[in-house]
């Protein structure tokens, strides 16, 4: 399983970032992934999650109405659109897989529910 992203970068606030995940070694279409980033100093946050199948999602509040989530099963990619961001963005930010085929809890349960990440894009907002 390899799982890379790539995408950030350094922007101004109230700028735009599409941050992309490219997946392989598993079947992509299964499982559900999500987007968790880590700033500098603090722990880990989850961010987002999409199904697997139905394209749903959820975000924390952090995040909701400002990114927005996808996935081409098609090209085996997870996407993150960021719009409006802010200074307290700055994190580095990785994708991750659920463990278990076909199952999608939302909202995050446990840091255990993933077994692979990436090994992460930093995404810097600042003028």
């Known amino acids: 399983v390899q799982l890379v992203e790539s995408g950030g970068g350094l922007v101004q606030p109230g700028g735009s970032l599409r941050l992309s995940c490219a997946a392989s070694?598993?079947?992509?279409?299964?499982?559900?992934m999500s987007w968790v980033r880590q700033a500098p100093g603090k722990d880990r946050e989850w961010v987002s999650t999409i199904n697997p199948r139905s394209g749903s999602s959820h975000y924390a509040d952090s995040v909701k109405g400002r990114f927005t989530v996808s996935r081409d099963n098609a090209k085996n990619t997870l996407y993150l659109q960021m719009d409006s961001l802010k200074p307290e963005d700055t994190a580095i930010y990785y994708c991750?897989?659920?463990?278990?085929?076909?199952?999608?809890?939302?909202?995050?349960?446990?840091?255990?529910?993933?077994?692979?990440w990436g090994q992460g894009t930093q995404v810097t907002v600042s003028s």
């Open positions: 070694g598993f079947t992509f279409a299964l499982y559900a």
């Open positions: 991750a897989k659920y463990e278990r085929e076909d199952y999608y809890t939302g909202y995050l349960s446990s840091w255990t529910e993933y077994d692979y």
